[in-house]
């Protein structure tokens, strides 16, 4: 069967107790599940399949911190941990999948709790992740921008074992014709898959003018300040281009994920739920997926799957800056995309292909 892919995600807060706080502290989290195979006895529909992966998200999650390995949940490699508590659960419950969790957010109030008690000892050994000490929008310099036509969420990450990289690009377009659309690429798990969606009206809007306000273009301005915990044996990079319309002139602004810059990683927690929201609102247009149909796990390293080539976003193109594109414009120049037709010396024929048309000569 063709591999189902799951949204889920907690709306209300789970609670879970921090063991090296002797604290109790919530979170919410999301996160994408991968069926290769579930019992068609137990969940006659796909509609059953989903109800029954959302459904129990939570209750698993709660039983697997409570039983955690370490005394430390929030400091440790919590979303792989999760990935395997939630392929074991499920998969007695007669379901196989991998899964990915992208997000564990304690919620605002959690989150003081959390930094009083584990902050102190924290800023001291590393003062840049002190909010006392990080950038404020006031010292930075204002810019002025006309709307924002396209956001590209590019994310990639790279371990040492063969095969265990993943890769994806999310891009929100906005068109000439008023509507938005959304593509979504991603490569894990050995599979390439590729989602073309209209976004929701309403949701757009929202999300065009949450960005308007919150000031990306001066947040862009602040170098990222660096997390001290980077892993020697495994590395990702994730970052999202904004590109604005003045008059005419495309101008692009970027934000690194990784910043442990608390404002900005608030903000792009944001854009990220809005985009979200503008594809639940919206409608798919397209859903395709190739490569490898085996989900084959390295033994001892998780999460580490069999990979096939480097996606490939249909329609992009490379500009001569080296910046790959999807838009009609370079993000990183503003260089307009370059026409893929030719005419030959020879015979004066319009082509697009490699060679002519009309009398077989090569393109120069």
């Known amino acids: 069967m063709a591999t189902i892919i799951i949204n889920f995600g907690t709306p209300e807060p789970f609670r879970f107790k921090e063991p090296s706080l002797n604290e109790d502290f919530e979170a919410r ?5 991968y069926v290769s195979e579930y ?8 509609d059953d399949l989903i109800k029954a992966v959302r459904s129990n998200i939570v209750n698993i999650t709660e039983e697997s911190l409570a039983s955690w390995p370490s005394n430390d949940i929030m400091s440790s490699k919590k979303e792989d941990l999760l990935n395997s508590f939630f392929k074991a659960a499920y998969e007695k419950m007669g379901i196989k999948a991998e899964f990915a969790v992208e997000s564990f957010v304690l919620t605002e109030e959690s989150n003081k709790r959390y930094q009083n008690k584990k902050g102190n000892a924290l800023f001291g050994m590393f003062p840049g992740m002190n909010p006392a000490n990080q950038p404020k929008l006031s ?20 371990g040492m074992a063969m095969g265990s990289d993943t890769s994806g690009r999310e891009v929100v377009r906005w068109q000439e014709d008023g509507t938005v659309l959304i593509e979504i690429s991603d490569r894990r798990y050995g599979k390439e898959t590729y989602e073309k969606h209209l976004a929701g009206i309403d949701a757009s809007e929202k999300l065009r003018k949450y960005v308007k306000e919150s000031h990306i273009a ?14 020697t044996d495994y590395s990702s990079s994730s970052h999202i281009t904004f590109t604005f319309l003045d008059g005419g002139v495309m101008v ?20 990220r739920d809005l985009i979200k929201e503008c594809i639940d609102t919206g409608k798919c247009l397209e859903k395709t997926e190739t490569g490898n149909d085996t989900n084959t796990t390295i033994p001892g390293i998780m999460g580490a799957t069999n990979q096939g080539m480097k996606i490939k976003v249909p329609g992009a ?10 838009g009609k414009f370079c993000v990183n120049c503003g260089s307009p995309k370059p026409s893929g037709k030719w005419k030959c010396p020879t015979c004066n024929t319009e082509n697009e292909g490699r060679f002519c048309s009309g009398c077989g000569a090569a393109k120069p």
């Open 29 to 33: 989290l999301r996160g994408k599940a």
């Open 39 to 46: 019992d068609t006895t137990l969940y006659k529909t796909e």
């Open 139 to 158: 010292d930075l310099q204002p810019e002025e921008h006309g709307p924002v036509v396209e956001i590209c969420s590019d994310y990639s990450s790279h």
């Open 218 to 231: 001066e947040m862009a301005q602040v170098k990222p300040i660096p997390n001290p915990f980077q892993m």
């Open 252 to 271: 692009s602004r970027r934000l690194d994920c990784g910043s442990c810059w608390n404002l900005q990683q608030k903000t792009i927690g944001k854009i």
């Open 317 to 326: 193109w490379t500009c001569s800056c080296n910046q790959e594109n999807t």
